[in-house]
T-cell receptor, first 112, second 116 residues
């Protein structure tokens, strides 16, 4: 079955430290991957997307992600986090149909 | 600002009451979606509409109905609300481009619904 897995439900990080949020997928068909961010009491905002082409994708707010087909991963990274990055982050994928499948989310907490 | 607009933003219902959540987008998108978000479960698809005049069930359709009123509007109805339907509901839309069908979805700010 096709699925998206975010193993870390919560990630605490000190301000200005680097962060990696992990996302793995399971699929036997072509996959199209996204990272969304949700700030408190708001909707989801697109951070970045991988549709095809270069496996290193740059997004907004200094985030980037790398598509790794052999490891079936699409991890999100930022070299130096700020307080304003405190939010919940969702990995999502299309598996060759209309429906977007979401992971369960990772809550990123920045420690001053 | 262009985007996806959901109304109301907050609602409290009693068990057994009915209500309709409204969603409208002004981006000329073909596809529209309704999700519910519960703690620790991510977003789960309730219903979607791939184009005007069509609707299909998602992962958790029981207890809900939808109407794609026109290209802009997609409503979600709870006929007899139950406490298990307490959740945050999100509407989303996306274009269908001839060059690439896998475009990201754009989300509204959500409706926070409590059922007592």
């Amino acid at each position: 079955a096709q699925s998206v897995t975010q193993l870390d439900s919560q990630v605490p990080v000190f301000e200005e430290a680097p962060v990696e949020l992990r996302c793995n997928y399971s699929s036997s068909v072509s996959v199209y991957l996204f990272w969304y961010v949700q700030y408190p009491n708001q909707g989801l905002q697109l951070l970045l997307k991988y549709l095809s082409g270069s496996t290193l994708v740059k997004g907004i707010n200094g985030f980037e992600a790398e598509f790794n087909k052999s490891q079936t991963s699409f991890h999100l990274r930022k070299p130096s986090v700020h307080i304003s990055d405190t939010a919940e982050y969702f990995c999502a994928a299309y598996f060759g149909n209309e429906k977007l499948t979401f992971g369960t989310g990772t809550r990123l907490t920045i420690i001053p | 600002n262009a985007g996806v607009t959901q109304t109301p933003k907050f609602q409290v219902l009693k068990t057994g009451q009915s209500m309709t959540l409204q969603c409208a987008q002004d981006m000329n998108h073909n596809s529209m979606y309704w999700y519910r978000q519960d703690p620790g479960m991510g977003l789960r698809l309730i219903y979607y509409s791939a184009s005007e005049g069509t609707t299909d069930k998602g992962e958790v359709p029981n207890g809900y109905n939808v109407s794609r009123l026109n290209k802009r509007e997609f409503s979600l109805r709870l006929e007899s609300a139950a406490p298990s339907q307490t959740s945050v509901y999100f509407c989303a839309s996306r274009p269908k481009l001839r060059t690439n069908y896998n475009q990201p979805q754009h989300f509204g700010d959500g409706t926070r619904l409590s059922i007592l």
